[in-house]
């Protein structure tokens, strides 16, 4: 038998085994945004350092940093030309609130059926140990015929505020030949997925201040402009009426589908209805002329997040606020730089601000887009999938952001090979979070026949 058969047999014998691991981290309430979780973001860290450490990484290292740690580990192979693969992924998790809409204790893992519900079950807890569950498998049964790092952080869900620095000062550390992230998913259990690209982000925030304080609005109402009113009458107009965007120069850099890329996102197969009963929409909304995956992965969108002002106790208060404010984010494709969209939205809405009331704009945060088609890897994960899953490979382009693919390439000069084993309705960052077994499961012997292909005797 061939050390993949070997691996392949010896997970499937171990799957108990590997499935209490995989419970044990995901009951570490390692939630980055809550201080009151700092020292469970550290137990989470060391958990996954013990492990490392107990699968034979010669350097295991914690790096401090101002909010949480990042861990590094190396593991080496025996041949000096074997390649160096770089893992990546995060311990962190999104808080678990609204706590009383949670059917189980979000961290006491619950199985039932083929799920398994707790937060981080799906995002990305339990992509960390399919990760770990391939490599201890292969190590089981055989050499390892890579050079493995890995790159753990804990901050990835408020941002990752202390990654961009870290990987630019240690880019010898880093250094790798191949970069595997599978903090992404697939299109449905049956469709093995690969993303190879990802939109940007621009965060910005919009502030509407009138009078220095609340007004009575029946004394006031009338002379004194309402900042909510004006804020309002601003959002109503950042889009035209056929869902595209309103601001002047907003596609200006955005590249047209070709026909070839029109084939590709039409090749992923998904059904619109399931993305009513995901989203519990009566109908779907977007920008006419596209379809649902190209709106979701190829075309820029400008979404409200957030919306204050005023008062919005139970009950009535008849007010003027003194202020209105508004969270917003745009979703960028290629050739669109976030500095230039900021600045062109800063522009748009204060032409369209009222002389009555004081107008602030800010930028939180911003990345680029992302493509990847070229990654190096992506045949041999191509070809892993396939052969797992017994089915093509989906290559899809995500509407999410994943910064850190871009710092990758920057620094380290590597595209990443962005994959996963969380399914759409995973409720990631909602409450009842939960993966699919069976896919997990599939997704372990699809990372042991990667990491085995770098291996000609396999």
Sequence with gaps: MTQLSNSLKFFTNHSDYFLEQYQQLVRIPSVSTDKEHNADMLAACEFLADKLRGLGAGRVEVFPTKVHPILFAEMRADTEAAPT????????????????????????????????TARGASDMKGQVMASLAAVESVLATGPLPVNLKFLLEGEEEIGSPSLDGFIETHTDLLACDVVLNPDSGM???????????????????VRVDGPKADLHSGLFGGNVANPANVLAAIIARLHNPDGSVAVPGFYDKVLPLSPEEKQRIASVRSDPD???????VPQLYGEAGYSPLERTGARPT??????????????????????????????????????????????????????SVRLTIFKHSGAP??????????????????????????????GGSIPVATTMQKYLGVKSLLTGFGLPDDQIHSPNEHQHLPTWKLGVQALIRFLLSFDHAN
């Design 187 to 205: 299109v449905s259990k049956d469709v093995p997925t690969i993303v190879y690209g990802l939109r940007g982000l621009l965060y910005l925030e």
């Design 302 to 355: 400008l979404d409200v997040n957030g919306l204050y002002s005023g008062f919005i106790g139970e009950g009535s208060k008849t007010i003027i606020p003194a202020y209105a404010k508004a969270k917003i984010s745009c979703r960028l494709v290629p050739d669109q730089d976030p500095d230039e969209i900021f600045a062109l939205i800063q522009a748009y809405i204060s032409s369209l601000a009222p002389d």
């Design 369 to 398: 887009a992302y493509l990847a088609d070229d990654a190096p890897g992506l045949a041999q994960l191509s070809k892993a999938l396939s052969e797992t899953w017994n089915k093509p490979v989906s290559f899809k382009r995500e």
């Design 85 to 116: 693969i770089l893992i990546y992924g995060h311990y962190d998790v999104q808080p678990v609130a609204p706590i009383e809409e949670w059917r189980t204790p979000p961290f006491e893992p619950t199985i039932s059926g083929e799920y398994l």
């Design 274 to 280: 399931k993305l009513l009963q995901i989203t519990g």
